[in-house]
């Protein structure tokens, strides 16, 4: 009461410890004992992918041929007027359907087509595609 002491006698003694006693409650009800703690949600589930298809994946070869190797991947519409091989069918490999020429095909690529060389490979990650790719056959 060392605020009120001071304070002069008029009408408006009351409104002032009525302010008081509003600014207090406003002040404990903030504090943080009083609060909830939000709880976040748990993270995903981690995905693990296989390393022959997150190569497969991640050079891009799903774009052109697709995820089965069906041939119907994101931009073989923009490749219309070219043949994208559908791995599927061992009969549309230009070069021939082993793992061997499949590598070798990876690793130089093929004139005259968009199937570029992906030369920038290291040879286990072109075996992880190769093989990946044979096993989409049928």
Do not use: W
């Not at 599927?88 to 499949?102: H, L, R, V």
């Amino acid at each position: 009461m060392i605020l009120l002491q001071n304070f002069p006698e008029n009408p408006f003694r009351i409104f002032y410890i009525f302010f008081l006693f509003i600014l207090v409650q406003i002040l404990i009800s903030c504090s943080p004992e009083n609060e909830v703690p939000i709880k976040e949600p748990p993270p995903p589930p981690a995905v693990t992918i296989p390393f022959p298809e997150a190569m497969y994946v991640q050079n891009g070869c799903a774009s052109c041929h697709g995820r089965e190797g069906n041939g119907r991947g994101t931009r073989s519409s923009l490749l219309s007027n070219s043949r994208v091989p559908n791995f599927q069918d061992k009969s549309t490999y230009i070069y021939g359907s082993s793992k061997e020429a499949i590598a070798k095909t990876i690793q130089n690529g093929i004139p005259g087509t968009y199937m570029k060389a992906y030369s920038h490979m290291r040879k286990k990650e072109i075996d992880a595609v190769a093989n990946y790719i044979q096993k989409m056959q049928k």
